[in-house]
T-cell receptor, first 115, second 113 residues
Framework: AQTVTQSQPEMSVQEAETVTLSCTYD???????LFWYKQPPSRQMILVIR??????QNATENRFSVNFQKAAKSFSLKISDSQLGDTAMYFC????????????FGQGTRLTINP | KAGVTQTPRYLIKTRGQQVTLSCSPI?????VSWYQQTPGQGLQFLFE???????NKGNFPGRFSGRQFSNSRSEMNVSTLELGDSALYLC????????????FGPGTRLTVL
């Protein structure tokens, strides 16, 4: 069974700073996707960034980037130039490529951006 | 393209009652997955439907069931509600882009009294 672990329950930084959220996972699969989802107070789950396990290049989406270390089963999210709107719960999630569409989520990191 | 919609958004029930939640996926999406989110257990997978067939089921009691219709809309039902069923229920649909990306609806907040 796959598991996802986020070891930082809460984080807080000042606006414009850079912050890194950690995530580790465990799986025996070789082909899978990893995601970071953002859940603001509205509770709407929003995809932040996606990484295909077969790609060595780290994914980047504007201010968001990941550090994907497949051998170490690590998948951290870096937010550069943080903004007040980045305040939210962030979930790391895993899904295998073949089979049922079942996301396995970490427990989440509550990120607060302070003005 | 319209997003995933869920109805109702809020629901209050009492113990022992049953409830049905509805989810309409993004047009063209055939896979619908359901998740339960609680402060204690986090986000847990309930089940997934594809082309009206349940493909996978999470570790929930038989009181939790679902179905999918030919237009891909899905419903989940919880019978004999318990206090612990109070949660945010999220559904997500997956397209055929091959990237397994799930698009989430706004959720249904169920409170069991």
């Amino acid at each position: 069974a796959q598991t996802v672990t986020q070891s930082q329950p809460e984080m807080s930084v000042q606006e414009a700073e850079t912050v890194t959220l950690s995530c580790t996972y465990d799986t025996s699969e070789n082909n899978y996707y990893l995601f970071w989802y953002k859940q603001p107070p509205s509770r709407q789950m929003i995809l932040v960034i996606r990484q295909e396990a077969y790609k060595q290049q780290n994914a980047t989406e504007n201010r968001f980037s990941v550090n994907f270390q497949k051998a170490a089963k690590s998948f951290s999210l870096k937010i550069s130039d943080s903004q007040l709107g980045d305040t939210a719960m962030y979930f790391c999630a895993f899904i295998q490529i073949q089979g049922a569409q079942k996301l396995v989520f970490g427990q989440g990191t509550r990120l607060t951006i302070n003005p | 393209k319209a997003g995933v919609t869920q109805t109702p958004r809020y629901l209050i029930k009492t113990r022992g009652q049953q409830v049905t939640l509805s989810c309409s996926p993004i047009s063209g999406h055939r896979s619908v997955s359901w998740y339960q989110q609680t402060p204690g257990q986090g986000l847990q997978f309930l089940f997934e439907y594809f082309s009206e067939t349940q493909r996978n089921k999470g570790n929930f009691p038989g009181r939790f069931s679902g179905r999918q219709f030919s237009n891909s809309r899905s419903e989940m039902n919880v019978s004999t509600l318990e206090l612990g069923d109070s949660a945010l229920y999220l559904c997500a649909s997956t397209g055929l882009a091959g990237n397994n990306e799930q698009f989430f609806g706004p959720g249904t907040r169920l409170t069991v009294l």
